[in-house]
């Protein structure tokens, strides 16, 4: 099940938990009132799970790939964990299914605070265009993720500022339904 909690500030390793002393938790309904979907599920079945098949169908996530993210396996892994790890938003939903190994998605609250979001295998995330977050790994510095896509997919990150985008204005003003 997936843990998620406020960060701390300390400029160390990115790849640590970075948990306030004391942790404060995020709940999967806190999670939700920012938009972040959470879905557990059988990574160990993936490829015949009627689970996966069916939010496929219901999502219209009709393109997938496979991301191996481990210095050994990803070409110009220093220079993509560095962009992985800026701060950026999509103009689409980003969905992630972690199919082994674990890292952290960082989003912003509506507050602008920083919530870290443990995944590990199983665990499927879907952060709604226009939210600010950043990817890393932990401390195994290994993780292999499903990308999923409604039609082709779009890689382009908008490093922030990036506020006048129409998605960002929209998940804005999700945020602010969400607080009446």
Avoid at 64 to 83: A, Q, R, V
Avoid at 99 to 128: A, H, N, Q
Wanted: net charge negative.
């Amino acid at each position: 099940m997936v843990q998620a909690w406020y960060m701390d500030e300390s400029p160390e390793d990115q790849r640590a938990p970075h948990r306030l002393r004391p942790n404060r938790a995020v709940s999967l309904e806190q999670l939700r009132r920012l938009g972040v979907v959470y879905r557990q599920l059988d990574a160990d079945n993936y490829e015949s799970d009627p689970c996966l098949k069916e939010i496929r169908r219901a999502e219209n996530y009709s393109w997938m790939d496979i991301i191996t993210i481990h210095k050994d396996k990803l070409p110009n892994y220093e220079e993509k964990i560095k962009t992985f790890y800026e701060e950026h938003l999509h103009l689409d939903d980003e969905i992630r299914y972690i199919l082994d190994g674990s890292g952290y998605f960082d989003v912003r609250d509506k507050d602008d605070k920083w919530i870290r979001i443990f995944m590990e295998k199983g665990d499927m995330i879907t952060l709604p265009a226009g939210i600010y977050h950043r990817f890393t790994l932990d401390e195994n510095n290994y993780v292999k993720a499903m990308r999923l896509f409604v039609g082709e997919p779009v890689w382009t990150a908008y490093n922030r500022p990036a506020d006048d985008f129409p998605a960002r204005k929209q998940y804005m003003k999700f945020l602010a339904e969400e607080a009446q």
